[in-house]
């Protein structure tokens, strides 16, 4: 029911910053809480960031507190993740995901019913 589409990866040297963007095809967007997740080669899948569907609270991963920003734009039914002073070991698929209403339990993989395909980073020392 919901389709998400994540955009914005690619190469950049540690240090520098991206913008990662989910735009999602559905009608009733706002009603949906939000989460980014990582999975670097041969790891499982990780919580990045979350945003609650209220758009009132949001969640970090400790990886990323202080660096990354997840924010949505219910106007373009989008998703964003903004990262800066990115390191090495961020390289990895970034995967949008959605969930209706709300979860006490964000970071949990299992909260989300709905994935994109990713987009894949790769930050270079």
């Known amino acids: 029911q919901v389709q998400l589409v994540e955009s914005g990866g690619g190469l950049v040297q540690a240090g520098g910053s991206l913008r990662l963007s989910c735009v999602a095809s559905?009608?009733?967007?706002?009603?949906?809480?939000l989460g980014w997740f990582r999975q670097a080669p041969g790891k499982e899948r990780d919580f990045v960031a979350a945003?609650?569907?209220?758009?009132?609270?949001?969640n970090y991963a400790d990886s990323v507190k202080g660096r990354f920003t997840i924010s949505r734009d219910d106007t373009k039914n989008t998703v964003y993740l903004q990262m800066s002073s990115l390191k090495p070991e961020d390289t990895a698929v970034y995967y949008c995901?959605?969930?209706?209403?709300?979860?006490?339990?964000?970071?949990?993989?299992?909260?989300?019913?709905?994935w994109g395909q990713g987009t894949e980073v790769t930050v270079s020392s």
């Open positions: 995901a959605a969930l209706e209403f709300g979860s006490i339990r964000q970071e949990r993989l299992t909260e989300y019913a709905y």
């Open positions: 559905v009608r009733t967007f706002s009603r949906y809480s």
């Open positions: 945003i609650n569907w209220t758009g009132d609270s949001t």
